[in-house]
């Protein structure tokens, strides 16, 4: 199975900032990555797709990018609605089709 | 407004079983591919299992294969998911999601969920 590591698993950050997830793949999945934001209490949120699609409503400055095995979500220009906890997700095919572990995205 | 909302989750002991239902509404249910995705407490999310938007073809991870069924009723735009000889593992918070996928295409990426609801397994 695919297996899917999330770096760092925990940030501080300040609103304004601009900060960075990697999602790193233990093999090759092309483009086959997305990511979504959680909330405490809340379903996740699909932010990004296909690696680099933003999903209709997103803000843009919330971008996606990588190919293979190496993928990074980045955010500009913090808010204070983005500290949440955010997940990649990789798609193959059926039934290869996992999240990583998340990354949790804590106000400075 | 697209909208989805479980419904049948609660406590279950060990080997007992269980059906969740997902209401849809303000979208073409027919026409996309749903699934379920389950958190357990602290937990990152879980794919679980998919259905074609036709009912034709399903998918079930490695983990509940052979103890779940999924299902849906297009003309009750709803989804199901029947759970048999549940494991403590099972306990969960059960989303339903929607594949953004158009023309009942499987993409793989969830636009829409509910907000859940919780399994319990445990004696």
């Known amino acids: 199975a695919i297996q899917l590591t999330q770096s760092p698993s925990s940030l501080s950050a300040s609103v304004g900032d601009r900060v960075t997830i990697t999602c790193r793949a233990s093999?090759?999945?092309?483009?086959?990555l997305g990511w979504y934001q959680q909330k405490p209490g809340k379903a996740p949120k699909l932010l990004i797709y296909?690696?680099?699609s933003l999903e209709s409503g997103v803000p843009s400055r919330f971008s996606g990018s990588g190919y293979g095995t190496e993928f990074t979500l980045t955010i500009n220009s913090l808010q204070p609605e983005d500290f949440a906890t955010y997940y990649c997700?990789?798609?193959?095919?059926?039934?290869?089709?996992?999240f990583g572990q998340g990354t949790k995205l804590e106000i400075k | 407004e697209e909208q989805l909302l479980e419904s049948g989750g609660g406590l279950i002991q060990p080997g007992g079983s269980l059906r969740v239902s997902c209401a849809a509404s303000?979208?073409?249910?027919?026409?996309?591919?749903m699934s379920w995705v389950r958190q357990a407490p602290g937990a990152g999310p879980e794919w679980v299992s998919t259905?074609?938007?036709?009912?034709?073809?399903?998918y079930y991870a490695d983990s509940v294969k052979g103890r779940f069924t999924i299902s849906r009723d297009n003309s009750k735009s709803t989804l199901y998911l029947q759970m048999n000889s549940l494991r403590a593992g099972d306990t969960a918070v059960y989303y339903c999601?929607?594949?953004?996928?158009?023309?009942?295409?499987?993409?793989?990426?969830?636009?829409?969920w509910g907000q859940g609801t919780l399994v319990t397994v445990s004696s």
């Open positions: 999601a929607k594949d953004r996928g158009l023309f009942g295409y499987t993409s793989g990426w969830y636009n829409a």
């Open positions: 303000g979208f073409t249910f027919s026409t996309y591919a």
């Open positions: 259905i074609t938007a036709d009912a034709g073809v399903t």
């Open positions: 093999q090759g999945i092309s483009s086959g």
């Open positions: 296909d690696a680099s």
């Open positions: 997700q990789q798609f193959n095919s059926y039934p290869l089709h996992t």
